[in-house]
């Protein structure tokens, strides 16, 4: 390539005025996004255990999935996470393309289905809206673009409460709207800040953040190859394009050169020049080719799922080995993941016998041990902490007793541990103390306990 698509031969921003056609792939991408709207816009007011959907507080340190809250004490998991998240972006690019960022990434899903649909609806179709761009200002564009406008602030204003409300959780929110200004009023600030980026992400940037700013577009240049199964025009069926010729002899390929698949296409690429940067994988031009296929009587998926490697050696689309394993592999890293998450407890607490001591010898017969203990409560309520000897033979008695320990909170404990020396048969001792909150026994450990040897 040789020219930005995004400028026009003076250099100028190129606007884009994409046609819409309701093939099969846009009524799936509709409801995929419906569904994805409703999530994200209830997701912040949901509840699991009593806690948030999701909750990315980086202000406070505090992180909340699928109800399972997550402090700077788990940045193993955030380690975990990140790799995993990095090998599931890097695989599934090399597998399926671009496909996230026509169906599912937020910029393409409030771009297409909701600020495009709202525009059209005020503005007309694309011809109707080029004209009108191009016309003078009257009242008729007044009025259109006043209220296209503010309905696009109207709507930045709602995404901008929501995306806050991830951030500093549902309950905040309501208190900056319900509470006057001046008690909030960086979060006041804040929401405005919000509401301006992403109007003028949706009114002015538009696909300038999939072809120019968004990291993930410039990567997939690196990762894909001639396997990688993308949109993507097969050229093999489709050359020589032109003109419908329906002679008993046409040379010419099933492409009718109608310019449709450029017209659709959200970025302004044209697909049959190959497989392009700018593209996101939204589909819009197999719509647009399979309506012109039907009708003139020809095969669908003259533009569909492909791999160079389908095209030139014509074999149809399919989820190939190459497919399968990849999938494999991701699917067992979620696992993995999953698993880590959803094993860890709500607290958890290190006992080290004091470096460098040795037992003491106490009243009425007791051996004792001094001990450390490190307790972080991960939960997102102050708890209450008791340590107890799983054996009743065992004493516990504190010189720093642990008490409460707040939210996402670490607090310690020194005690001694006392065991009768007729109850002791070896040089080490293995002892095991339960983490009690609420009554409940949250975690045993075990730790070790030296003594004299009673023969």
Same mark, same amino acid.
């Given at each position: ?14 606007w884009m005025?994409?046609w819409?056609r ?5 009524k799936?991408?509709s ?7 409703v ?6 007011f949901l ?12 202000i406070d340190?505090?992180f909340?999935?699928l109800?399972q ?7 193993f998991?955030f380690m975990l ?6 090998v ?6 090399i597998?399926? #393309?671009?496909?996230?960022?026509g169906? %599912?990434?937020? &910029?393409t /899903?409030? +771009?297409?289905? @909701? ?10 179709d694309a011809?109707?809206r ?9 009242k ?24 806050l409300?991830y951030?500093i #959780?549902?309950e905040?929110?309501?208190? %900056?709207?319900? &509470?006057? /200004?001046n +008690?909030h009023? @960086?979060?006041f600030?804040s929401?405005?800040v919000?509401?301006?980026v992403?109007?003028l992400?949706?009114?002015r940037?538009?696909?300038l953040?999939?072809t120019?700013i968004?990291p993930?577009g ?10 990688t199964?993308?949109?993507?025009y ?5 050359e ?11 040379t ?8 449709l698949?450029v017209a ?9 020049k190959g497989?392009?940067?700018?593209c ?5 031009c197999i719509?647009?080719c ?12 003259l ?5 160079e ?10 989820f190939n080995n190459?497919?399968?394993g ?5 699917a ?9 998450i959803?094993?860890r ?14 037992y003491?010898e106490?009243?009425?017969?007791y051996i004792?041990n ?12 102050s708890?209450?902490?008791i340590l ?8 516990l ?11 996402g ?10 065991i009768?020396?007729?109850?002791i ?8 103390i339960e983490?009690?909150s609420?009554n ?7 730790t ?6 009673n023969?």
């Amino acid at each position: 390539m040789d020219a930005l698509l995004e400028a026009s031969d003076d250099g100028k921003r190129k606007w884009m005025y994409p046609w819409i056609r309701k093939g099969r792939y846009y009524k799936w991408r509709s409801w995929l996004s419906y569904a994805y709207l409703v999530l994200f816009f209830t997701g912040p007011f949901l509840r699991i255990n009593g806690q948030p959907f999701l909750m990315l507080n980086v202000i406070d340190r505090q992180f909340v999935l699928l109800g399972q809250v997550f402090w700077p004490q788990d940045i193993f998991l955030f380690m975990l996470a990140s790799l995993v998240f990095v090998v599931c972006v890097v695989l599934f690019t090399i597998a399926f #393309g671009r496909i996230f960022c026509g169906w %599912i990434c937020p &910029q393409t /899903i409030f +771009m297409e289905m @909701v600020f495009r649909k709202l525009e059209i609806w005020i503005e007309g179709d694309a011809t109707k809206r080029k004209k009108l761009d191009a016309g003078p200002w009257d009242k008729d564009k007044i009025r259109k673009k006043t209220l296209k406008h503010f309905l696009f602030l109207v709507l930045s204003f709602l995404i901008a409460n929501t995306f806050l409300a991830y951030i500093i #959780g549902s309950e905040n929110l309501v208190k %900056i709207i319900t &509470q006057p /200004i001046n +008690m909030h009023w @960086v979060g006041f600030f804040s929401i405005w800040v919000f509401t301006i980026v992403f109007y003028l992400v949706y009114s002015r940037v538009r696909e300038l953040v999939c072809t120019v700013i968004c990291p993930y577009g410039r990567l997939q240049g690196v990762l894909m190859d001639e396997n990688t199964l993308v949109v993507a025009y097969n050229e093999v069926r489709g050359e020589p394009r032109g003109k419908l010729d329906r002679t008993e002899f046409s040379t010419k390929g099933d492409c009718v050169d109608c310019g449709l698949c450029v017209a659709v296409c959200p970025t302004g690429i044209d697909i049959r020049k190959g497989t392009q940067l700018e593209c996101i994988n939204c589909t819009a031009c197999i719509d647009a080719c399979d309506e012109v296929m039907d009708k003139i009587h020809k095969p669908r998926n003259l533009i569909g799922y492909y791999s160079e490697t389908m095209i030139h050696t014509q074999q149809k689309p399919s989820f190939n080995n190459r497919m399968k394993g990849y999938s494999a592999v991701i699917a067992a890293l979620m696992v993995v993941l999953s698993y880590f998450i959803f094993s860890r407890t709500d607290m958890d607490i290190t006992v080290m016998r004091g470096a460098g001591m040795l037992y003491q010898e106490q009243p009425n017969g007791y051996i004792s041990n001094i001990y450390n203990a490190d307790i972080t409560n991960k939960a997102n309520t102050s708890r209450s902490i008791i340590l107890r000897p799983e054996d009743p033979n065992i004493k516990l008695k504190y010189i720093q007793a642990p008490g409460i320990a707040g939210k996402g909170g670490e607090v310690k404990a020194v005690f001694f541990i006392l065991i009768p020396a007729n109850k002791i048969k070896a040089l080490k001792t293995d002892v095991r103390i339960e983490l009690i909150s609420g009554n409940k026994i949250i975690q045993t450990v075990t730790t070790t306990f030296v003594g004299p040897l009673n023969n």
